[in-house]
């Protein structure tokens, strides 16, 4: 549901803008998890889980993932990325 979420608020800001909804990135999937917070475009606090990363999905190209980290860490970005289109974090 969350990936969903993510990726119709992906195309509605595209179409928004004035894009082509069919140039909008896909979010990576994302699990249901209220074990992190604190995301931003930037970075992701993980709160609880075992394990998780923040990402980035940049328009026509790859999401940009910040390293996986342990409970209480911080995910963050290497870089500001061009053309992010939405951004949030995956817990495994």
Same mark, same amino acid.
């Given at each position: 549901?969350?990936?969903?979420?993510?990726?119709?608020?992906?195309?509605? %800001?595209?179409?928004?803008?004035? %894009? =082509?909804?069919?140039?909008?990135? !896909?979010?990576?999937?994302?699990?249901?998890?209220?074990?992190? %917070?604190?995301?931003? =475009? +930037?970075?992701?606090? #993980? #709160?609880? &889980?075992?394990?998780? !990363?923040?990402?980035?999905? =940049?328009?026509? *190209? #790859?999401?940009? @993932?910040?390293? +996986?980290?342990?409970?209480?860490?911080? *995910?963050?970005?290497?870089? &500001?990325?061009? #053309?992010?289109?939405? @951004?949030?974090?995956?817990? !495994?």
């Amino acid at each position: 549901m969350i990936t969903k979420f993510v990726l119709g608020a992906a195309i509605i %800001g595209t179409v928004i803008s004035g %894009g =082509i909804a069919l140039d909008v990135a !896909r979010a990576p999937e994302a699990k249901a998890a209220a074990c992190y %917070g604190s995301v931003s =475009i +930037w970075k992701g606090k #993980n #709160n609880t &889980c075992s394990s998780a !990363r923040h990402w980035d999905a =940049i328009k026509n *190209s #790859n999401a940009k @993932y910040g390293a +996986w980290v342990g409970k209480g860490k911080w *995910s963050q970005q290497n870089a &500001c990325w061009a #053309n992010v289109v939405s @951004y949030g974090m995956t817990a !495994r």
